[in-house]
Structure formats: structure tokens, C-alpha cells
């Protein structure tokens, strides 16, 4: 049992972290400046956390804080994020956004096979097993989950005929590796600029969605009145309200008619829930509704966005890697040669860092924390870690699949 239990609580903690980092990060202290340069800010946020979490200070399994995070509080912060997002900038910033994504999936496809074969030359007792037990078919579980989601990840479990005790026992490989990844990448965000130029990359598209933004913030900016916050939370939770309305009427709907579109997660209320939600966002960008930004709509966002950040941070539990050595190992290859794909390609092609970044958690986090990757270059930015992210729940299911008769190929 964790010693804070309530969520009230917890909440309240996870809340003064935060404001806590967002003060030392707006000093101009010598100390400071160069601390956030090497921990950036949302790091931090993930960090801490997962420290309470693993010192069982406060239980990320037991609490619901994600849930209301990431059902509530993420699609808010899309709408608000997209309200004044400029769409033809976004389409501007060409085809490398989609080549990274798709060799993001790649990695994980040909990692997971890749890192069965190279552990049963020294350990083949690892990559054992017989039956529903088979290592390899707990293995496809974790690719569709970095490849989709939650719901390819229940979609693999069903098709490959994964045993319980095997997914109980590779469901940490696949929260710790995820996580441990996304802390990597938002350290890489906080130092981007370096690893832009080497991989000599041209990042102009990027920094002019982020500049047309930043000065359109600025044009509209203004002390907000209460009517015009008000408005701002109408417009994030109006329209999450509404993308629950019909997502969860919706998935059941599908589910029922047409089981076979389960593939696509079109019978995943969640998909549903981020896909109209940034659709309305988009919608409204279009309207009066993105001079919302000059009362300060997307810092509104990115509050939430810190909050879900949070919340994933409580789920990681860093001792998690001591129960089960073995198949952390092929953890560790695996995330590896997706990230020594995706650096490779990204050399090759000089795509920016962003680019790398965000590709790889659309494929690895999905939804839920591919926004908080590309907010972490700028907010402005995070719409493209969420239409990337729509992506990999289509072709989750595929690749998964893919990969797991690879992997069946090559177990011992």
C-alpha cells in the first residue's frame, strides 16, 4: 500500500511539483538556467513523480489520476492547442515527418525478432516457453502497444492467444522501456538545437509554424477577463464532452456491426475521444473562436499537458527492471534498435531532431504522449505529434501482427 492513497492528495502534490518547477525554471539565476538546461522542465515534471511512485510514496496503479488525465485533461488541451493553429504551416513541414514516423515502426517491427534471435545464442532459456506461454507471444502485446496503443496491445493478446500470467509478466518491460524512452526524448528536446546541427538538419519549416504562432500570440495578447477564461474551459471541456458523447457511443456501435474494424482501434472510445476532439480544435481554428489565444488558451493547455505528464510519470516504477531480468534484456534491444533506426535515418535524410522525436513516440506512446513530445519543441507543435499518433493506431494492428509472425520465426 502506498503511503498517500487519496488522489485528492496526490494531486494537490503533483500540483505544487509542478508550480515549484515552472518558478525555478522562470529564474534567471545563473544555478538555475544552467540546472534546466540539462533537465528540462517537463523532464522534471515525468521525473519526480515516478521517484514518489517508486518509493511507494504514492501508487500509480492504485490512483485514477491518469484516467481523468488523459480522458479529461488531454482532450482539452488538443482543442486548446489547435484552436489557433495555423493548418497550411503544419502541411508545409513536408513528407520527413511521415518518413520518421514510419521508420519508427519499423524498428519495432524488425527489433522485436531482431532481439529474440540475439538473445537465444547466449540465453535461450529467455525466449522459451511453450504454448500460450511462449515468450514470443507476450513479445507481440509490447509491439502493438508501441506500435498502436492500449487497444492493438488487447487486440495482439486475443490473436496470438497470450496466456495472462505471460502478459502480467511482460506488461512492466513494456511500461518501464516506454517511459524510460520518453524521458530520453524530452531530455533530447531540451537540447535540440545541438542535435539539429548534428545531424545537419534543417529545421526553417519547423521554427516558421512555431515563429507564426509565437506572433500571432503576441498580436492578440492581453490581460484575460473572467467571461474570456471562461469561454477557454467551455471550448476544451465543451468539446471533450461532446467527444465522449459520441466516442463512447460510437466504439460500442462498431464493436457490434463491424468487429473486424477493431484492426483500425475504430472500436477503441479513446481513439475516438482524441480524433474528435482535435478535429473540433481544428475546426474552431477557423473562426473568431483562435483569437481564444490572446487570453492565453494554449498556456491553459500546456497546464494540462504537465498535468497528464505527471500522471504518466506516477505510473513508472524503476525497480519494476529487477523482477523479471530476462526479459528486460530484450527490452533493452529492442527500444535500442528502434532508436539507432530512427538516428540512422535521420542522418541520412537530415530530418530535424523533432522530426525523430516525435515519430518515434507517435509509434511508442501514441496519443497520449506524443502531444507532450512535440509541446515540449512548442506548443505550437503538439497538433503533429497527435495526427501522427492517429496514424499508428491504424497500422498498430498491422505491424504488430507482422512482427509477431517474425518473431514466431525466429524463437527457439
Excluded at 524488425?110 to 506461454?133: E, T, Y
Excluded at 516558421?208 to 498580436?219: C, L, Y
Excluded at 461532446?242 to 473486424?260: K, M, Q, R, T, V
Excluded at 534484456?329 to 523533432?354: C, M, N, Q, T, Y
Aim: overall charge neutral; glycine content about 10%; proline content about 5%.
Amino acid at each position: 500500500m502506498p503511503l498517500i492513497s487519496n488522489d485528492a492528495v496526490v494531486f494537490g502534490i503533483l500540483i505544487s511539483i509542478l508550480a515549484l518547477i515552472f518558478h525555478t525554471s522562470s529564474l534567471t539565476t545563473p544555478f538555475w538556467k544552467k540546472f534546466y538546461t540539462f533537465l528540462p522542465s517537463v523532464l522534471l515534471a515525468y521525473f519526480i513523480p515516478s521517484l514518489l511512485n517508486t518509493f511507494g510514496i504514492v501508487s500509480g496503479a492504485e490512483s485514477r489520476l491518469y484516467y481523468v488525465a488523459s480522458r479529461y485533461l488531454l482532450p482539452a488541451s488538443l482543442v486548446l492547442f489547435t484552436l489557433s493553429i495555423d493548418m497550411k504551416s503544419i502541411l508545409h513541414l513536408g513528407p520527413k515527418a511521415l518518413i520518421m514516423f514510419l521508420t519508427g515502426s519499423a524498428g519495432i517491427i524488425i527489433g522485436g525478432p531482431l532481439a529474440i534471435l540475439l538473445i537465444s545464442f547466449f540465453a535461450p532459456d529467455v525466449v522459451g516457453g511453450h504454448g500460450p506461454d511462449a515468450v514470443w507471444r507476450g513479445l507481440t502485446t509490447i509491439a502493438g502497444s508501441w506500435i498502436g496503443g492500449g487497444a492493438n496491445q488487447t487486440a495482439m493478446k486475443e490473436v496470438f492467444n497470450v496466456s495472462d500470467n505471460l502478459f502480467t509478466a511482460v506488461l512492466p518491460v513494456d511500461i518501464v522501456f516506454s517511459n524510460l524512452w520518453l524521458a530520453i526524448l524530452l531530455f533530447g528536446a531540451g537540447r535540440h538545437e545541438k542535435i539539429d546541427k548534428w545531424l545537419q538538419a534543417d529545421s526553417s519549416a519547423i521554427n516558421e509554424v512555431r515563429d507564426k504562432v509565437e506572433n500571432f500570440k503576441k498580436q492578440v495578447a492581453h490581460v484575460p477577463r473572467l467571461a474570456e477564461v471562461t469561454i477557454i474551459m467551455a471550448l476544451g471541456f465543451g468539446a471533450t464532452g461532446l467527444a465522449h458523447l459520441i466516442g463512447d457511443s460510437l466504439a460500442p456501435w462498431i464493436a457490434e456491426n463491424y468487429p473486424a474494424l477493431a484492426r483500425y482501434s475504430l472500436t477503441s472510445s479513446f481513439f475516438w475521444i482524441v480524433v474528435i476532439a482535435t478535429t473540433i480544435g481544428l475546426g474552431l481554428s477557423f473562426t473568431r473562436a483562435r483569437n481564444m489565444e490572446g487570453a492565453g488558451a494554449s498556456t491553459m493547455g500546456s497546464l494540462f499537458l504537465y498535468i497528464l505528464v505527471a500522471t504518466i510519470g506516477m505510473k513508472m516504477d524503476i525497480t519494476a527492471i529487477a523482477d523479471t531480468p530476462g526479459l528486460f534484456v530484450i527490452g533493452l534491444v529492442w527500444i535500442s534498435f528502434h532508436a539507432l533506426l530512427l538516428i540512422a535515418v535521420g542522418k541520412w535524410i537530415k530530418a530535424p531532431f523533432f522530426f525523430l522525436a516525435v515519430g518515434s513516440q507517435a509509434n511508442v506512446g501514441g496519443a497520449a504522449s506524443a502531444p507532450i513530445v512535440a509541446s515540449a519543441f512548442h506548443p505550437a507543435l503538439a497538433p503533429v505529434g497527435v495526427l501522427l499518433a492517429v496514424l499508428g493506431y491504424a497500422l498498430g494492428t498491422y505491424g504488430a501482427y507482422i512482427c509477431g509472425l517474425l518473431m514466431q520465426a525466429v524463437a527457439p
